[in-house]
Every structure is written in C-alpha cells, then in structure tokens.
C-alpha cells in the first residue's frame, strides 16, 4: 500500500530564517506530488504541484519555492521566511495521469514565525 | 472552471441523529467528486469519491453521498452521528488536469452529547 511522509510536524521559525519541509511518498511509482498552505480557519491554497522530477508549477507567486530531486520526494523551500508564511503545510500525492484520482494526503506541518 | 459551495460553515447535530452536509457544485463538464474529512492538526482523510458510475456514493465511517446531475449537488450523509465525527469536511471537485482539485471552504461537524 501506498503512504505518505511529511516531517517535521511542527515548527517554529524567526523572521528571515530559511526553511525546509520534506514529503516522501512510498509504493507508488512517478506519482504526481503537491503542495498546500492550510490559513488559519480557511480552505486549502495549492502552492506548487509536479507531474514528474524536475517539473515544478507554481499556482501563487510569493516566496516560497520547491523542488522534486527524486521520483517520490518533494522538498518545500524558502530562503527567507515572512510572518505571513506561517499556517498548516500539507503535502498529497495522486496517481500519475489520472483524470478521476483523490489525492492522498500528509498529516502536515504546522509552521509558525516568531 | 469548476467551483463547489459548500452551503454551511458549521453544522451541529446531536450524537445519535442524522447528518447533512451539503455541496453545490459548477463544472463545464463531468466532474468528478470528493468529500474529505479533516482532524486538527491533521491531514485530509479520502472519505469517497465519484468518477461517474453510480450516483450513490458509499464512503468509510458509514457516510456516504449522492451525486444529482440535475441539481449539481453531491451532499454527504450519515445516518447516525457519532462523537468521533465531530471535525471538518471539504467537498472537492476535480478539474482534469494533472489531478488538480478545487477545494469548498470546509464545514465544521459538531457533534454534542
């Protein structure tokens, strides 16, 4: 079966200071990967997703960046963190190419600036 | 593009009674379907999907959801509340590409003794 990884489960930074949030995927080949920022009491913002390595789509401009080193690990990254960075990150996975795939989600960081 | 509205922010309802949470959906073409369950402080858990068989939707944790084409809903169900289901709830619509979702903006389940 297939699962998830994200770490760490929560977080707390400085203005400035640089970040790196790490999501692993296991027993799925070539899935496509994601990134979300969960606000406080709001929806999920996708901030990033990748169908494949190296292939990396931003769906909101702002400071934060990520990459996809390996098939099944994805990698969320900032050089210097703002307080509105701050909120619930959560990573999924889905199937690769299917048009009708859930996502599966990490259980999250929670990231807090100080 | 495809949009969901998910038609309460909070719904309380008393252990042992049944659940209703509703979901209007927009989408140009057919859609697929989810609902996802949300602890704190946890990710979100894959409660059911529709991918255009059958319009009757069964789930875990005895939910279940019907997708109605002619009134673009898909509400979610329970016949009998439970405490531990008591959390959040977002109906989520697919859009076909690269399996991106468009997420509603989530309803809070309470449930009371």
């Known amino acids: 079966s297939q699962t998830i990884h994200q770490w760490p489960a929560t977080l707390v930074q400085p203005v400035g200071s640089p970040l790196s949030l790490e999501c692993t995927v296991e027993g799925t080949s070539n899935p496509n990967l994601y990134w979300y920022r969960q606000a406080a009491g709001r929806g999920l913002q996708l901030l990033f997703y990748?169908?494949?390595?190296?292939?990396i789509s931003s769906e909101v401009p702002q400071n934060l960046s990520a990459s996809r080193p390996q098939d099944r690990q994805f990698i969320l990254s900032s050089k210097k963190l703002l307080l509105s960075d701050s909120g619930f990150y959560l990573c999924?996975?889905?199937?690769?190419?299917?048009?009708?795939?859930?996502?599966?989600f990490g259980d999250g960081t929670r990231l807090s600036i100080l | 593009a495809q949009s969901v509205t998910q038609l309460d922010s909070h719904v309380s309802v008393s252990e042992g009674t049944p659940v209703l949470l509703r979901c209007n959906y927009s989408?140009?073409?057919?859609?697929?379907l989810f609902w996802y369950v949300q602890h704190p402080n946890k990710g979100l858990q894959l409660l059911l999907k529709y991918t255009s068989a059958a319009t009757l939707v069964k789930g875990i944790n005895g939910f279940e959801a019907e997708f109605k084409k002619s009134e673009t809903s898909f509400h979610l169900t329970k016949p009998s509340a439970h405490m531990s289901d008591a959390a959040e709830y977002f109906c989520v619509v697919s859009d076909g590409t690269a399996s991106k979702l468009t997420f509603g903006t989530g309803t809070r389940l309470q449930v009371t003794l």
């Open positions: 989408s140009s073409y057919s859609p697929s």
């Open positions: 999924a996975w889905s199937m690769y190419g299917g048009f009708n795939q859930p996502q599966h």
């Open positions: 990748s169908v494949g390595i190296g292939q």
